[in-house]
């Protein structure tokens, strides 16, 4: 064989490994963002930040060490207790927001994955770090040997992914699924309450309570604040300042911007009394 054709060998040897290794890519890419996002926990205003830590740690990991973490933790055997208690360091008087996903295996199948896992971190160490002292790239024989190990490895490296992409796509639409079943998700839509912290007053279910309030027990279009607190607690206990970060009922009428807010003298005492704010 002369050298022109010995070249052309090589030449197909070097695409069919970099087809490989760019698979690799796709795959430690996909395992890095189920790793970042099959948990998380905090107070809301925080999640963001908590979010981007967990990306740019799991961005420096190996594959090795990805494998690792996912298993036992994101992959775990049927009937496993792989749940954390997120709530003990949970601040008071702070919206948090707790969610951990994982898939269960049975024991088969679990240790199955382990070992699969493991021959493809082995398999990827071998076509980075070893592929050209294990074939003879400079001879016939050589390089149709190490054709046909590439396109076996390249077999065995999409199938992998497309495991873990069926698993990241299971786990995604049960995080949807969990996200609106979530008190996040509750606050979201029925408090006005951001997964950041920030409240969208007008959407808040703590002023449509006290607009409420102020249509059973206003006294000439002026409704007492003390009142209405307690008319609210019995009504809708869930519905209390401290979830909406404010001390008082006169500092949630003062931040929403959508009340009046006056002082009255009631037997020789200042009281506080609302109305809802005229356009």
Known sequence: MNDQELQAQQRDVQRLLGRC???????????????????????????????????????????GTLVGQLSG?????EGADSATDTTENE???VPFFAMRLHLSLSAEDY??????????VLLRNSLVHHFIDQHDLWSTDGCLTARDALVVAYARIDQHFEQLRGWAEHMDQVRRAEFVQSDAFQDLVINGI??????????AGIVRALREAANELAVDGWTAVAA??????????EQ???????????????ESRLFELRYRDVDGRRAAWYRVRIK
């Open 73 to 77: 933790s994101c992959v775990v055997t």
């Open 91 to 93: 601040p008071e008087n």
């Open 111 to 120: 240790f199955r994955t382990q070992s699969d896992l493991k021959e493809l």
């Open 228 to 237: 209405a607190g307690r008319w609210i607690l019995e009504r809708s206990p």
């Open 240 to 254: 209390q300042p401290s979830k909406y970060g404010c001390a008082s009922w006169r500092q949630v009428l003062h």
């Open 194 to 203: 951001a997964p950041d912290g920030t409240v969208d007053w007008p959407a």
């Open 21 to 63: 290794l760019l698979r690799l890519q796709q795959y430690e890419r996909l395992m890095k963002a189920i790793v970042a996002h099959h948990d998380l926990s905090g107070p809301a205003h925080a999640l963001e930040n908590i979010r981007a830590a967990r990306i740019d740690d799991a961005s420096t990991k190996t594959l």
